[in-house]
């Protein structure tokens, strides 16, 4: 049974650009989640998914920020117009409904912003 | 508001000592699920534990025990001879009332543990 996969691991873009990520849950999760983590803090949620529906975003993510999961499989985040402070490790995590509700995290693409 | 402190920021232990890290919680909700989650440098979280708030039983597996006192809104995680590979920052993590608010979960700010030879 494969893990929470996420592509890229690393990216580092100039202020202004565009970036997207993308996350492959574990296959037989139904949910999904975005994290994003800075520097010495724990993870903060942005979004998550229940199959293809987004049922609830963050106050932190702003109008720059959109999630897909079409087909209620992969999912993509893109940050637009990229600030600095959007530099952060983002973290993708998913469970199964019905299940015992831990989520499994992949391993995190970290954003540099510079 | 639900919020979870995790007040030992850093925390350097030498081998084979025992060393516990603090979790408290706040929430209203009555249903909820607490967890530890063990972050090395490698970065990937890796699930420890989950506790429902119905269930005050302690849990050990093996090196780690897990302490849960909701008189005092506590999960405390104890590991027991500790060694090197124990290395890494620990997440408390609380996830309120299961059948809302899709099951997010909110972290503390994480110990950073350190385990010298």
């Known amino acids: 049974d494969t893990g929470v996969s996420q592509d890229p691991r690393h990216k580092i873009t100039k202020r202004g650009q565009n970036v997207t990520f993308r996350c492959d849950p574990i296959?037989?999760?139904?949910?999904l989640y975005w994290y994003r983590q800075t520097l010495g803090q724990g993870p903060e949620f942005l979004t998550y998914?229940?199959?293809?529906?987004?049922?609830?975003k963050s106050r932190l993510l702003s109008d720059r920020f959109s999630a897909e999961r079409p087909k209620g499989s992969f999912s993509t985040l893109e940050i637009q117009r990229t600030e600095q402070g959007d530099s952060a490790m983002y973290l993708c995590?998913?469970?199964?409904?019905?299940?015992?509700?831990?989520?499994?995290f992949g391993p995190g693409t970290r954003l540099t912003v510079t | 508001a639900q919020k979870v402190t995790q007040a030992q920021t850093e925390i350097s232990v030498v081998e084979k000592e025992d060393v516990t890290l603090d979790c408290v919680y706040e929430?209203?909700?009555?249903?909820?699920?607490l967890f530890w989650y063990k972050q090395p440098p490698s970065g990937e979280l890796v699930f420890l534990i989950r506790r429902n708030s119905f269930d005050e039983q302690n849990e050990i597996s093996g090196r780690y025990s897990w302490n849960f006192q909701k008189s005092t809104s506590s999960f405390n995680f104890t590991i027991t001879a500790s060694q090197v590979v124990d290395s890494a920052v620990y997440f408390c993590a609380l996830r309120p009332a299961p059948y809302n608010q899709g099951g997010k979960l909110i972290f503390g700010q994480g110990t950073e543990l350190s385990v010298k030879p």
């Open positions: 995590a998913s469970s199964f409904v019905g299940g015992t509700y831990e989520q499994y």
């Open positions: 998914f229940q199959n293809e529906a987004q049922l609830e």
């Open positions: 296959s037989e999760h139904n949910r």
């Open positions: 929430t209203r909700d009555t249903t909820y699920y």
